[in-house]
């Protein structure tokens, strides 16, 4: 055992005052005077001896007492195994938690602050050889190099809050690639974070690759904090946009304290103004899903186009994600160009068109009367069930389709195979074969539910277990290697594909939709499966509502010049440019090194505007609720070397003290302190017993 403060030892000297009290009674004899010796009683030797244990006892509890306090005061340690390995010079990686949930703050201050002043603490204790490296959570990048402690603390400094941080399990994971630059022989990370149960303690974790041994010690804020109030989600429950009545937005509100939040103010903003309110009275642990409604042309007699805003909550204790952003696209009235094939029967698609459609405007045209269109006046053309593909018209397609024309393929079972097999050639798509019936009926195999076509049509629980549609008869079509399968037949033949050709897209049916090829027109499949094809073709998509923060974010954008894509934030604001891979007609935005701070943002390409998008937090973020150091403890002892990894539960007050006692062995001050109430009770109960017994007596 060794002490950190020895000098207190000193105060030892004084246990020699109560021996001295006891060995030399400094009271002075009182005279009494008795009229008579008979009045006084002869004391029995078991009386004195009684008197005298009192007092023994009464003697040791006082020097046990004040041994105690000296012993406490002195910091105790039991020094560990390999504590003169830990006085030597050291390689201090010390990772900072700057995830959002670390900018709400107590009567302390800020989570983030609170860190910041701890890593100070850690590197104040160092010693003139060891080196530094003090990264933020939402940058584990490796192969960084140390620094001495001036440069550490000025890094240290420009660590700001960020949408993303990491968890304990990623922290492990890359702990030997950020001490990959470290030269001391003892490697110790510090990771000073509030340990919200989800976001850092939720994934499961695993013993790291790397035989670099190195000291992983958790410094946990535990802030206190009243419930949180948040928005949990933003949505679009109808999907259909018309720009001539209110669009409702559906977003969940929920009260995570133990109180009731009356009259809590939810605001709608749109375009930087306000565009509406609701009041809402939330019991405590409650939840409650809200109906927005967002009149666009109250705000702009204009309405199509891209437009951003955000629905607000009013909560003053953690504004960090008060705000849900959004981005909607309302289309403009351009109409879509139907040509529809002679003797076909059109009643399912013109049903959708005519009915349910609404937002769209649709021009019918028969076949025969294709040439006197331009279709350039149109942003996406549906051949529907065309029969011939002759004279110009196959030029005139690849023409639109080079210039960024969209053209969506119903095949009809009269369809002249060789006319459209020249055209399909011409695109890369394949080349059909003729008419063929299917007897039994074929069902489809496989739906590429990750497509667009799909996003939020099927439930996560019913995704590869839907049956049907059943098909009767079809045009095998023999893909070539740019057709992209989207629904494919048992065989592995598409009864959809979708291929990119320059600057267009095909979307291409294999069957028509009138109820003799296939049952399709009757499925629940068909309308959603429509509306989403024609939201992809016309570039008039609302799936990307808005988008969620965090290091796997991917952003697909259709443009197929590969020009590098730029976001800007909204109203003002640097430029930040992602990683990007163009494919197939689309370029890639990944956020791995750099996520982006919740908003709403302009996409450019080469100072070319594309569109609107939005993004918030991961959800999990706002559900606050933060492991205690015994459950961080549980965590990291399912770990093989559970004596590598431990948790310093302590105070900023007491950080500097607690450091010396972590690195030297483990504090026993708490067994000498339960020894000096002991002491103190007992010498209470002996000077009380005592009391008494002289009453009685």
Known sequence: MIFLSSWVLWAGLALAIPIIIHLFNFRKPKRLLFSNVAFVREINRSVLRRVRLQ?????????????????????????????????????????????????????????????????????????????????????????????????????????????????????IKSASRLLEKAVMPDKVIYFISDFQSQPVLGDSLIDPSSETPFRLVCL?????????????????PDPVIDPDQSVMLQTEIFNQSETLKEKVNVNLHLEGKSAGSLLVDLPPQSSQTLNIPLNIKSITPSPSGWYSGYVEVEDALNAFDNRRYFSLHMPDTSEILVVEGENTDQQYLQRLFKKVFLQYKFKFVPENK???ENPDKYPAIILSGVNKLSGGMP?????????????????SAKAEVSGWNGWLTATGAGSLSASQSLSPPQQIKKIETSNPLFDKVFQEKSKGILEGPLVYRRFPLTPAPNLIPIIQFSDGLPLLGELSYQKGRLLLFTIFPDGNDSDLPLKTLFPPLMYKALLRLTHTSTEELSFVSNPGLRLPLRTPDPDIVTLQPLPTGEKIIPEQFARNGEISLTFSQLSPTPGNYQVLQENRYLKNISVNLEEKESFLSFSSPPEIQSKLSGLSNPSQYSVLDTQLEQLSNDLAAESAGYPVWKIFLWIAIFGLALECYLMFRSQHQIKSE
């Open 55 to 171: 007092q023994w006892l009464l003697l040791a509890s006082r020097i046990l007492t004040l041994l105690a306090l000296v012993l406490l005061f002195a910091g105790p340690i039991w020094s560990r195994q390999n504590a003169e390995m830990n006085a030597g010079a050291k390689s201090v990686l010390i990772l900072i938690d700057n995830s959002p949930s670390m900018q709400m703050a107590d009567e302390k201050g800020v989570f983030l602050w609170q860190a910041q002043k701890m890593a100070q603490v850690i590197i104040s204790q160092a010693g003139s050889q060891d080196e530094f490296l003090v990264l933020p959570t939402s940058e584990l990048r490796p192969a960084q190099p140390f620094q001495r402690g001036p440069e550490a603390n000025a890094r240290l400094q420009q660590i700001q809050g960020s949408p993303a941080g990491a968890s304990l399990a990623q922290v």
């Open 220 to 236: 946990p804020i535990q802030g206190n904090h009243e419930g949180n109030l948040f928005l949990h989600t933003l949505s679009l």
């Open 370 to 372: 294709w040439a006197d």
């Open 395 to 411: 030029n005139r397609l690849l023409q639109y389709l080079t210039s960024g024309g969209n053209v969506l393929v119903f095949m």
